[in-house]
C-alpha cells in the first residue's frame, strides 16, 4: 500500500518528524499490514499494527479514512529533557488550577482552612494521576504519532494515538 505524501516537520523543541499523509479507502482496509513506511527502521511491525488499530478504531464504514504517520527522528538527551520539562510544566500546571477551583468551591461555605486542604489534596491527586499516565522521555527514543479523520456521518471524527519505540 502506497503513501500519498511524505514531508517534513521540526518542531520547537528540535525534534524532526517524517510524516507520511496516506487516505485508505474502504476497498485498501486489508491492505493495510502492507503498509510500506519508508522513515520507520525499528519497529515496523508495532506501527503498522497501531495504524490497523487507529483504522478500525475509526469505524469508516464507506468513507474514507485520511491518516497521517509522523515517525521521530531518535531524541538526543537534550531533546528528552526539554519534553520531560515540559510535561513537568503540565503537572504543575493541572494541580495547582483543580487546587484553586476545589478552595474555591469548598472555601466559600465550610471556611478558608477547610477549603485549602480539599484543594491540596486534589491538586496532589490530580498531578499524581495526571503523572502516571504522562510518559516519560529519555535519549535514543523514536517517538511515532498516528493521526485518523474521516468526514461524514455524524460529522468529522478524528483520533490519535503516540508510540514511544
Known amino acids: ?31 493495510l499490514r502492507t503498509l510500506s513506511l519508508p522513515f520507520v527502521h525499528q519497529g515496523h511491525y508495532q506501527v503498522v499494527e497501531k495504524v490497523a488499530q487507529l483504522y478500525d478504531r475509526m469505524l469508516p464504514g464507506k468513507l474514507p479514512c485520511h491518516m497521517r504517520v509522523a ?7 537534550l531533546q528528552g ?24 468551591l469548598v472555601g466559600g461555605p465550610a471556611g478558608f482552612a477547610a477549603g485549602l486542604v480539599a484543594g491540596g489534596a486534589a491538586g496532589t491527586t490530580t ?8 510518559p516519560t ?3 535514543g527514543d523514536v517517538l511515532v504519532s498516528l493521526y485518523a479523520r474521516v468526514n461524514g456521518g455524524i460529522g ?7 508510540l514511544i519505540i
Open 137 to 139: 522521555f529519555h535519549a
Open 1 to 31: 500500500m502506497p503513501v500519498d505524501k511524505s514531508y517534513q516537520v521540526i518542531t520547537p523543541h528540535g525534534v524532526v518528524f517524517d510524516v507520511n499523509a496516506l487516505v485508505i479507502a474502504p476497498e485498501q482496509c486489508c491492505h
Open 127 to 134: 498531578s499524581q494521576l495526571a503523572k502516571s499516565r504522562l
Open 81 to 104: 529533557d526539554r519534553l520531560n520539562e515540559q510535561r513537568h510544566d503540565i503537572l504543575n500546571l493541572l494541580g495547582a488550577s483543580v487546587s484553586q477551583a476545589v478552595t474555591t
Open 156 to 162: 468529522p471524527q478524528t483520533s490519535s494515538m503516540l
Open 71 to 77: 515517525v521521530a527522528r531518535p531524541l538526543s538527551r
